[in-house]
């Protein structure tokens, strides 16, 4: 069995074992080839390539000029093909074993600047009951860090208004408890009292806090929609998430001083490396968190 050969009978079993998709074994067949095309210009082959031919290839990779994610996905490719061939023992070694990948700098998605937001949260027609609901859930998206999946499925005895605080059901069903602002405490308010039972009338009771006109609980991607209109209407350019809307807070909060350690807890972050991401906007020793620094939450501290 030649390499080409060899190649195949990888993909075949991606195919059937696997059940990777077809434009994902395209992929591997052409990042496969590709290495199987280096490594006879070297006078190498599957059986033979040591992994000073590997650091070599990625060094080619990267003189071509390839992005580091790139790179990444092609050393991806070829790490489980070595891994096919040792455990079939047609090689007695994986020569990509301890090949270090390249790192891959982590980005952050479109973040709005404070007078964004400001323009961003006064954009809804707070006269109506549906404009009421959707300045509330973008106080609250802000004010509290949440995901987008967390905000449209709280329920109302998530809340405590009078402690100002939600409880949270997260990633792998983790709970917390995430502080919210009084800007945000008393738009939910009026949304409770003004819009959310005018929403509700003749529709069947839900235990979701943030409802359709239907009396049904939000969507992801109702949500995203209304984000999209609404810096539409604010002015803002440059295309936004929902889950940009979670960074600005996050951004916001370590700009005015919060602990990571606290920005961690309140985004529900399980690894405080995940929240290390913000620290290109820290300057100083960071104090407190929430309450006392957040540009919309009613403290004393800077702005």
Same mark, same amino acid.
């Given at each position: 069995m030649n390499d080409t050969a060899r190649i195949g009978a990888f993909l075949d079993e991606l195919l059937v074992e696997r059940g990777l998709a077809g434009n994902t074994l395209e992929g591997y067949r052409s990042d496969l080839e590709a290495?199987?095309?280096?490594?006879?210009?070297?006078?190498?082959?599957?059986?033979?390539?040591?992994?000073?031919?590997?650091?070599?290839?990625?060094?080619?990779?990267?003189?071509?000029?390839l992005a580091a994610t790139s790179v990444a996905r092609k050393l991806s490719?070829?790490?489980r093909l070595f891994r096919h061939l040792a455990e079939r023992e047609l090689r007695g070694d994986d020569p990509s074993r301890?090949?270090?990948?390249?790192?891959?700098?982590?980005?952050?998605?479109? #973040?709005?600047?404070?007078?964004?937001v400001n323009d961003l949260l006064a954009a809804p027609d707070r006269s109506t009951p549906l404009g009421l609901r959707d300045a509330a859930m973008l106080e609250t998206l802000y004010a509290t860090g949440m995901r987008v999946s967390e905000l449209v499925t709280i329920g109302t005895e998530d809340l405590n208004a009078e402690s100002g605080f939600f409880r949270v059901v997260g990633?792998?069903?983790?709970?917390?408890?995430?502080?919210?602002?009084?800007?945000?405490?008393?738009?939910?308010?009026?949304?409770?009292?003004?819009?959310?039972?005018?929403?509700?009338?003749?529709?069947?009771?839900?235990?979701?806090?943030? #409802?359709?006109?239907?009396?049904?609980?939000?969507?992801?991607?109702?949500?995203?929609?209304?984000?999209?209109?609404?810096?539409?209407?604010?002015?803002? #350019?440059q295309e936004i998430s929902?889950?940009?809307?979670?960074?600005?807070?996050?951004?916001h909060l370590v700009k005015h001083g919060a602990d990571l350690r606290g920005v961690q807890m309140l985004l529900g972050h399980a690894d405080v490396a995940t929240t290390e991401i913000y620290t290109h906007v820290a300057n100083d020793r960071?104090?407190? #968190?929430?309450?006392?620094?957040?540009?919309?939450?009613?403290?004393?501290?800077?702005?």
């Amino acid at each position: 069995m030649n390499d080409t050969a060899r190649i195949g009978a990888f993909l075949d079993e991606l195919l059937v074992e696997r059940g990777l998709a077809g434009n994902t074994l395209e992929g591997y067949r052409s990042d496969l080839e590709a290495f199987q095309g280096f490594l006879v210009t070297r006078g190498q082959g599957l059986l033979t390539a040591s992994r000073e031919d590997l650091a070599l290839w990625m060094e080619d990779l990267y003189q071509r000029g390839l992005a580091a994610t790139s790179v990444a996905r092609k050393l991806s490719a070829v790490r489980r093909l070595f891994r096919h061939l040792a455990e079939r023992e047609l090689r007695g070694d994986d020569p990509s074993r301890l090949l270090q990948g390249p790192k891959r700098r982590r980005t952050l998605p479109r #973040v709005l600047d404070e007078q964004e937001v400001n323009d961003l949260l006064a954009a809804p027609d707070r006269s109506t009951p549906l404009g009421l609901r959707d300045a509330a859930m973008l106080e609250t998206l802000y004010a509290t860090g949440m995901r987008v999946s967390e905000l449209v499925t709280i329920g109302t005895e998530d809340l405590n208004a009078e402690s100002g605080f939600f409880r949270v059901v997260g990633k792998g069903d983790k709970e917390r408890i995430t502080l919210v602002g009084e800007r945000a405490l008393a738009m939910i308010a009026g949304y409770l009292r003004h819009a959310r039972p005018l929403l509700m009338l003749g529709h069947k009771p839900t235990r979701a806090l943030f #409802v359709t006109a239907r009396g049904e609980a939000m969507t992801r991607q109702n949500f995203w929609y209304v984000i999209r209109r609404y810096a539409a209407l604010a002015g803002i #350019v440059q295309e936004i998430s929902p889950h940009g809307l979670r960074h600005s807070f996050a951004t916001h909060l370590v700009k005015h001083g919060a602990d990571l350690r606290g920005v961690q807890m309140l985004l529900g972050h399980a690894d405080v490396a995940t929240t290390e991401i913000y620290t290109h906007v820290a300057n100083d020793r960071l104090q407190q #968190v929430h309450a006392r620094f957040h540009p919309r939450s009613g403290g004393k501290g800077e702005s």
